[in-house]
């Protein structure tokens, strides 16, 4: 194990610390080559994306085969009635659950609800479109645009609720001391004082939540469907921005491709984007911290 | 008891609740309630999305019984289903990817808690989890236009020539097909193992560190003879995360594995997974007991990726406890 000076010698000395240099070069290198793909994704991205980026892209239908030109203003506008929709549902039933596991932990409900969230985070969001078309599609008798916010909207859920509950907690309890001490009621101090006071950091998850599900595209492809025109409802098929990439990419025409690569740069402008808010909101996690 | 003058901002009790004998405002039992039952729905979700998905495969799973999973038959046709093709392709192509994936993804925590500079960690790790964040078609999209031509260009040549006596990289080079696959797999699973393993390695009390060090071993001997037994259970938990995450990803995988439902011995050559099998014949099955059969891989997808959910759970719960003392 650890040698004693004096009797490991010189020898041993330098041996132990060659091999704590080479330890540390490897973990530095695993830095670098993780950063390799990322570097490498969003060269591409860029490189082959950002000249099919123009006003038509976003404000055109796609054209038919063998046409070029044509945009993707419908699976733009798609993703956006998708994740707002998710939003709608998942946000609300997120947040208070979150304020539920944070107010009242110890209880072996509680418990139950935080392993759950865990658990479900990690649930394939392939199999949720599964789910979604089992409660949706099949009694709608058709694919929707409301089936795939549904889709979204639970594989947003766990993310919001443990996201809420962590930033709850990080709340000083001297603040809810005080509200309660002058008398306020437990559910306003929790709503009024210590929920807004977390606000910054909860907006931040809430971001997060929307960046994933923005780009998800397997919990679509059979709930949300796909459709080359405007929206006509949302109890209609409705294009979105992945599913769309998905199937420009595995099409054999050109134009097809450059505007996939056009899309994915859109896409993970708007995800990076979120994701840099969110860091930069995130160093205030809690107003007055 | 709280005061009871007009200046009080705690309403008088109400007789019922007086009689409980206990100080509880009506709101907060309400408030209480409420937030509950949100609660509630994330197990009732989760629960509701077994039932759905057992219901949805009855009749593949009256039909075939155990022989769906070593059935090596997928004929839509004859409607003959067996899901062992995807079932090879799903569990070979995510233990490749953890292979690749495990080792960088511990070198990357163990550099950013334990030796990278501190002002260095925050954004280095930053950096790491946008990994995460670019979505999963994008790299597909990128795995077909610049994974797969380097990978038939350079590593799958490379590899043949150097070893490829074993059988394991036989054939021809395509880029597309089993290695490309869980290439892009450890990719995506990277950022998740190394955010994990960093938050358990963080669990573990400094004091330990400076106990050794502070006995005369290196970092080096320091992480191998304290850090790492204290984490171990943590860093299992850390990887079977991964592995669940591998094993239920699906577009990046569809875009780049080949889907084709053979079993070879070579990872050059094409594969299908369970998640691609779903994402590509869903919308076409026209037959019940065609979409039946792939409701169930959906099925045994879920309880697979549950069940391993809930083992790393309990691990990683066990080092880095999610409810630490307010």
């Not at chain 1, 099919?52 to 798609?78: H, Q």
């Not at chain 1, 559910?187 to 994933?212: D, E, F, Q, S, Y």
């Not at chain 2, 490309?180 to 193992?193: H, K, Q, S, Y």
């Not at chain 2, 869903?282 to 879920?302: K, P, V």
Request: charged share 15%.
């Amino acid at each position: 194990m650890i040698g004693e000076p004096g009797t490991n010698g010189d020898a041993g000395y330098r041996r132990r610390k060659i091999t704590d240099a080479i330890f540390r070069w490897l973990c530095g290198g695993a830095v670098v080559l993780a950063l390799v793909p990322l570097a490498s994704v969003l060269y591409y991205v860029t490189y082959r994306g950002i000249g099919g980026v123009d006003l038509d892209f976003f404000t055109s239908l796609p054209k038919p085969v063998g046409e070029t030109g044509g945009g993707m203003g419908n699976a733009l506008s798609g993703t956006l009635v998708l994740v707002g929709m998710a939003c709608l549902i998942g946000i609300p039933i997120g947040v208070l659950a979150g304020v539920f596991l944070a107010e009242f932990p110890g209880s072996r409900f509680s418990t139950v609800v935080r392993f759950s969230a865990d658990v479900m985070s990690g649930i394939p969001s392939i199999t949720v479109g599964i789910f979604a078309y089992a409660v949706v599609v099949l009694p709608m008798g058709r694919f929707s645009a409301i089936a795939g916010s549904i889709a979204l909207a639970v594989i947003m859920l766990p993310t919001v609720t443990r996201t809420t509950e962590e930033l709850l907690r990080l709340v000083p309890g001297t603040l809810r001391e005080a509200a309660l001490g002058l008398g306020v009621s437990k559910w306003r101090a929790t709503l009024w004082i210590v929920l807004r006071t977390a606000a910054p950091g909860i907006i931040t998850g809430v971001m997060l939540a929307i960046a994933r599900v923005g780009g998800e595209s397997a919990p679509l492809l059979f709930t949300a469907f796909n459709n080359r025109f405007w929206s006509q409802g949302i109890d209609q098929p409705i294009a979105s921005l992945p599913v769309q990439i998905y199937t420009y990419a595995v099409s054999p025409f050109e134009d097809w491709h450059r505007q996939a690569w056009a899309a994915a740069f859109v896409l993970v402008a708007l995800v990076l984007l979120l994701n840099v808010t969110a860091k930069v909101l995130v160093r205030n996690p809690v107003r007055g911290k | 008891m709280g005061p009871t003058s007009d200046l009080s901002l705690i309403r008088r009790q109400p007789r019922i609740l007086r009689r409980l004998g206990r100080e509880v405002n009506p709101g907060d039992l309400v408030f209480r309630a409420l937030t509950s039952l949100f609660a509630a729905t994330v197990i009732v979700v989760l629960g509701a999305m077994a039932v759905q998905m057992w219901r949805a495969s009855g009749k593949s799973l009256a039909h075939f019984g155990l022989g769906f999973i070593v059935g090596t038959d997928w004929d839509p046709v004859r409607d003959s289903y067996g899901a062992l093709p995807f079932i090879f392709g799903t569990v070979v192509s995510s233990l490749l990817a953890l292979v690749i994936a495990v080792p960088v993804a511990f070198g990357v925590a163990i550099a950013l808690t334990e030796l990278a500079p501190v002002k260095l960690r925050a954004p280095l790790g930053f950096l790491i989890e946008l990994l995460a964040a670019v979505p999963s078609v994008v790299y597909g999209l990128w795995g077909i236009f610049a994974l797969a031509p380097f990978m038939r260009d350079h590593v799958e040549p490379f590899l043949a020539a150097t070893l490829g006596f074993l059988p394991f990289f036989q054939g021809p080079y395509q880029g597309y097909g089993m290695l490309a696959g869980a290439t892009v797999l450890a990719i995506m699973i990277l950022p998740t193992i190394a955010s994990v393993s960093r938050e358990v390695l963080r669990a573990v009390p400094d004091v330990l560190r400076e106990g050794a060090m502070g006995l005369g071993a290196t970092r080096w001997e320091a992480l191998r003879d304290v850090v790492l037994p204290f984490a171990r259970t943590g860093l299992l938990g850390a990887v079977i995360l991964g592995l669940g995450r591998a094993l239920g990803e699906t577009m990046a995988v569809t875009m780049i594995i080949g889907n084709r439902s053979e079993i070879s011995a070579s990872l050059f050559a094409p594969s299908y997974t369970m998640a691609s099998v779903i994402a590509n014949e869903f919308t076409e099955a026209t037959g019940d007991l065609y979409l039946s059969a792939l409701a169930e891989i959906g099925l045994l997808l879920f309880f697979v990726t549950l069940l391993l959910n809930v083992i790393a759970r309990l691990l990683v719960w066990r080092v880095a406890r999610p409810t630490g003392a307010r």
